[in-house]
């Protein structure tokens, strides 16, 4: 029963992590967003993509109720749509 409750926090431990994670790796979008508005253009899109992958695990993660899911992907819906947006205009 202890090795069943130290995998339960382990994955609770590790999904915390990999939820700031995913978070930390969108927010990082904004150096791109900010030189994008300062005329120094990047590819779209990467930024694109990633916006896509994270629309569809966003509805994945509210269907399922996986919240972390949902969560984790949320920033990536904005800041890559935002970072799409800022390289094209």
């Known amino acids: 029963m202890a090795q069943a409750t130290q995998d339960t926090k382990?994955?609770?431990i590790l999904g915390i992590v990999a939820t700031v994670m995913a978070i930390a790796m969108y927010v990082s979008y904004i150096p791109q967003i900010i030189g994008n508005l300062n005329g120094n253009k990047s590819d779209y899109i990467q930024p694109l993509v990633a916006a896509i992958?994270?629309?569809?695990?966003?509805?994945?993660?509210?269907k399922k109720k996986d919240w972390p899911i949902a969560l984790a992907n949320a920033?990536?819906?904005?800041?890559?749509?935002?970072?799409?947006?800022?390289?094209?205009?």
């Not at 992958?53 to 509210?62: A, E, F, Q, R, S």
């Not at 920033?75 to 205009?89: D, E, H, N, R, S």
Request: hydrophobic share 60%; with cysteine; proline share 4%.
């Open 75 to 89: 920033p990536g819906v904005l800041f890559g749509l935002f970072a799409c947006i800022t390289a094209l205009v």
């Open 10 to 12: 382990f994955i609770r």
């Open 53 to 62: 992958n994270c629309t569809l695990w966003v509805m994945y993660g509210v």
